[in-house]
């Protein structure tokens, strides 16, 4: 028993101290699949805040989110559905859909792609719908 312990314990103490690769699970997520094309500035998704707050198999599993930028076709119908982002952002979990700057808050013609913690460079100021002319410009 009591060298199970201390092999448990050295191996937690491994864990901590030894340092250990960062991947991009605290970057954001730039989702442009659609955005653009509808006239919508692209999504910015705090990839980081729903990581400090959730495991990964809540959005990956159970929400069907695959493991890469872009990797899901997902549409305003469907997360208004309660697929994809809309299975939290319905209104009573956090806010719905009718708050689109909140989500739809990159700079048009940001690739989709994960991008290291640069919040301030890829979030546009105020949300403001594309006029004619940036729209003409992306066709």
Not at 12 to 37: F, G, R, T
Not at 52 to 73: E, P
């Amino acid at each position: 028993m009591f060298r199970s312990a201390m092999i448990g314990l050295l191996g937690v103490i491994a864990v901590l101290v030894m340092p250990q690769p960062v991947k991009a699970e605290y970057a954001d997520v730039v989702i442009n699949n659609y955005a653009d094309a509808a006239g919508m500035r692209p999504v910015v998704f705090p990839h980081w805040y729903h990581r400090i707050r959730f495991r990964c198999k809540v959005c990956h599993a159970d929400l069907g989110f695959a493991f890469k930028a872009g990797g899901n076709k997902i549409t305003m119908a469907k997360i208004i559905d309660g697929q994809f982002c809309g299975a939290c952002h319905n209104g009573e979990i956090s806010w719905s859909v009718e708050n689109c700057g909140m989500c739809h808050s990159g700079i048009p013609g940001t690739p989709t792609s994960i991008h290291g913690s640069t919040v301030q460079r890829l979030v546009a100021p105020t949300y403001k719908a594309l006029d004619e002319k940036e729209k003409a410009q992306k066709k």
